[in-house]
Nanobody
Framework: QLQASGGGLVQAGGSLRLSCTAP????????VGWFRQAPGKEREIVAA????????YYSDSVKGRFTISRDRPKGPVYLQMNSLKSEDTAVYYC?????????????????WGQGTQVTVSS
């Protein structure tokens, strides 16, 4: 239902911008989160944003390097990733929560999209 795009191969220190869209689903009133899962590791939340973009959350591992934003009223949700590190390598997913609030718990997200691979070479 959601589509994540924009992944690719980038050198350490580089940047990528991921986009989350929903061609057949309206998520303009939902909180949205970006998650990632690296091989052999559990899925973790990277960033989240509430319905109007007024509140955001970042995990400690990406704080200061990643920025989540959304185009209102029905535009994509973006994840701008700067100063990428090899440990950022993972499949990145976006998801919409049931709530319009800022949601940081994965189990509260009920609409998920296919992921996009991000590979950072050192």
């Amino acid at each position: 239902q959601l589509q994540a795009s924009g992944g690719g191969l980038v050198q350490a220190g580089g940047s990528l911008r991921l986009s989350c869209t929903a061609p057949r689903y309206t998520f303009s009133n939902n909180g949205v989160g970006w998650f990632r899962q690296a091989p052999g590791k559990e899925r973790e939340i990277v960033a989240a944003i509430n319905w109007n973009g007024g509140s955001t959350y970042y995990s400690d591992s990406v704080k200061g390097r990643f920025t989540i934003s959304r185009d209102r009223p029905k535009g994509p949700v973006y994840l701008q990733m700067n100063s990428l590190k090899s440990e950022d390598t993972a499949v990145y997913y976006c998801a919409a929560a049931r709530s319009s609030a800022l949601v940081t718990t994965g189990s509260l997200y009920n609409h998920w999209g296919q992921g996009t691979q991000v590979t950072v070479s050192s």
